[in-house]
């Protein structure tokens, strides 16, 4: 239940799981860490939190490792994946420092242990930390290779009983093509998963849609760029694009 505060409406959404891209923690670059941008996103988890929303978060780690089949042929696919996951957990451990520091309890769970650093993932500990109001940073993707991070935030949505997964991206929803190179896309406010699927979309990984689809996760798609926009997505108002279930459904 949402621990809004009485005099506030209470939220359509009070248990979301953020899936955002490791870029927004490198800024303008993309690369490495950008203190401007960390304090940023930082402080939009915390207007969620005083909101009476606890939300989840799952980052990626492409402001430090993109895979390496392209300019390092030598790195095996399951190798390059291991190496993304430790760049989701320095991106979780770090944006966990910038909650503290704002008063926010946090919390990082990894999908490989590493007990020195953050705790090992367990779904009964990681439902505990959020009943108990804790922000809960998931790092380290699913734990095994050939999962994306988009794979690693369905999952964990589902398992620790999310009402919402919200993707932030560096546009604001779904198209139907590519809105940068085509200047007449058309973007979509409502789409099934069958809709997406059917039109081959990237709005995340097959598996991360199949996962939602077959246990009616709602997904939001927005951009992060527009400062209040994941709590006015939790706040049930029209943001984005709602990936919603199959009529038939």
Not at 57 to 73: D, E, I, M, T
């Amino acid at each position: 239940m949402c621990a809004a505060r009485r005099s506030a409406a209470r939220p359509t959404f009070c248990r979301p799981l953020l899936k955002l891209s490791g870029e927004v923690l490198g800024g303008p670059t993309g690369f490495g860490f950008d203190r401007t941008a960390l304090e940023t996103s930082a402080r939009e988890i915390a207007d969620l939190v005083k909101a009476g929303i606890t939300p989840s978060l799952v980052l990626g780690g492409g402001n430090f490792f993109r895979g390496a089949r392209g300019h390092l042929p030598a790195v095996r696919r399951h190798r390059a994946d291991f190496i993304g996951m430790l760049a989701t957990v320095m991106n979780a451990l770090c944006f966990a420092e910038h909650l503290h520091d704002l008063g926010i309890p946090a919390e990082v769970f990894s999908a490989s242990r590493m007990d020195s650093l953050c705790t090992f993932y367990q779904i009964d500990r990681a439902r505990d930390a959020l009943a108990a109001g804790t922000v809960c940073l998931f790092a380290a993707g699913t734990g095994a290779p050939y999962f994306s991070t988009d794979s690693a935030a369905a999952l964990r949505a589902i398992e620790v009983g999310c009402d919402v997964l919200i993707k932030a991206t560096k546009v604001d929803g779904v198209y139907d093509a590519d809105p940068v190179k085509n200047p007449r896309a058309k973007k979509f406010d409502r789409i099934t998963y069958s809709e997406v699927l059917r039109r081959g979309l990237g709005v995340m990984d097959l598996v991360a849609i199949t996962l939602c689809r077959e246990n009616r996760m709602p997904l939001i798609v927005l951009s992060m760029a527009e400062p209040g926009s994941i709590l006015r997505a939790c706040q049930g108002q029209p943001i984005g694009t709602r990936v919603i279930e199959d009529e038939s459904n």
